[in-house]
């Protein structure tokens, strides 16, 4: 009895510990003016029904003649977020004209799930998923990013193709390859089936591979870099510079001249993956800065309107208008670029998503944790776009002129001056995690993590508790066979 007293008294304390802790918030309410003035530049679009140009219509004023779109996300592994951003990019695409759509990953891997769109004779089906292996990180190989290719693959057959590539360098950053040198096999194999290297140049495949292995395989903050490995990569990535120029002719005549374009961009792709491997200590910030030098060269060289949409995490695309983290890729781009590019950040209110830090699915924290949420879910509509050039300056108190936290993947948060950071913003009040990825076994394993995660201060409470309970059991049960024994000593049992 003092047992279920004592295990009933720890999950009391840890239930009013856990709703303590949700509770107190750490962000204010937003101001009513600054509600209403959102609610006031507020589109409502509900993202659940079938596309429709007139209900986006609002993005031609909104990104103007800008020739570069971010859109970001704030959280990785959603189910909404991708099919949100995929009405867009058909409305860039088809009404506006952009036919670029360029991920994080890099650009020699998009390269090679073009071409196998391309050259497959696979089923549809079997097309796009294989495709999506190719071109993407595992945490993007869900049902919801699906779609998104599925609309790349149809879009091939139309007089006005979406092309599909990346502005990143991190090259075999992909499901299919998991930055393994299979993605230099498969792209020597690719190259090839256009003609053979000249012999000239003296480049095989098994020296490319070698040559550039060290490359694909670096360690983040490894101070060495490729050290004695630098000259070799740089002398087979000029080889494969080589034998491109080659096949030039040959590729023209049987690609689109955005994938040729591409193609001429793989060796550049791969020596910028070699410099990031030798600033490996400031990966981030090399990456970003190399990142919006390529997403400029893809809107001039391989973009045919010279528009381009970018699609990427908040923390590559925001403005970093503090200036109080890494520079961004979206900070770089719009100091080369200035009103040319519209950046448009996608947030939550509230729901469940896939963490991949640690893997696991989380509910999100409670709107009382951020304030750029919170002052966007104060707004009314359950799901919106906000044109937040739109919105007045002339009141620097203005919930979208300070900063504010913002989710970052969920359970952390960052600074952001919501309409310094972004040029728009989209919100949707409730969001799922995407399916697909993994089994429903697995799925369900890290909801239960993720429950203890969400749950943490009551969880460490009952864990603390428990184990203290056990203790005082122990050592009451030790105590009571030393009195036995004892007993047993004074008075012993006849035999």
Known sequence: MRSVSRLSF????????????AFFPLSSSPRASDAQQIAAGAVPIDFSGAYAPRAYSFLRGAVGSAS???LGESIHVTAEFPLARLQFI???????????????????QAWLAQEYLYRSQDSEEDRIDRAQQFAWFKLWNTVQMREVMAYVEASQRTERPLYLTSFDVQTGASAEFGMTPAVLETLADSVETFGHPPPDIHLTKNDLVTA???????????????GAATARAMTAIDGLQRWIDAITPTVGRSR?????????LVP????????????????????????????????????????????????????????????????????????????????????????????????????????VERL???????????????????????????????????????????????????????????????????????????????????????????????VASAVRFVRRRRKFWARDTIFPHPM
């Open 376 to 470: 966007l879910a104060a707004a009314g509509p359950p799901s919106f776009f906000v044109n937040l050039r739109s919105l007045p300056t002339t009141d620097p108190l203005s919930g979208w002129l300070v900063p504010l936290r913002s989710r970052m993947e969920g359970r952390w948060t960052r600074s952001t001056v919501l309409a310094r950071d972004f040029d728009g913003a989209v919100y949707l009040e409730r969001v799922n995690p995407g399916t697909g990825m993994m089994s429903n076994g697995a799925v369900t394993a890290l909801r239960i993590f993720g429950f203890f995660v969400d749950h943490a201060v009551g969880a460490f409470i009952v864990t603390i508790g428990v184990a203290l309970s056990m």
């Open 212 to 226: 550039l292995s060290p490359v694909v395989q670096c360690e983040i903050g490894n101070p060495a870099g490729l």
């Open 10 to 21: 720890i999950l009391a304390c840890a239930v009013t510990a856990d709703l303590a802790a």
């Open 256 to 264: 689109p001249a955005a994938h040729l374009a591409a193609l001429r």
């Open 90 to 108: 058909r409305y860039l695409h088809e009404e506006m004209g952009f036919d670029v759509l360029a991920l994080e990953g890099s650009l020699t």
């Open 68 to 70: 570069v779109v971010e």
């Open 268 to 371: 550049d792709n791969l020596r910028d993956h070699a410099t990031l491997c030798e600033h490996a200590t400031s990966w981030q910030a090399t990456r970003d800065e190399l990142n919006a030098e390529n997403a400029l060269m893809l809107r001039d060289q391989v973009s045919s309107s010279h528009k381009i949409v970018l699609w990427a995490h908040h923390s590559h695309v925001s403005y970093n208008s503090t200036r109080a983290r890494v520079p961004s890729m979206g900070q770089h781009i719009r100091d080369k670029i200035n009103g040319s590019v519209y950046t448009i950040g996608l947030f939550a209110g509230s729901g469940r998503f896939i963490d991949v830090a640690p893997l696991s699915v989380h509910e999100l924290p409670a709107l009382n944790k951020v304030g």
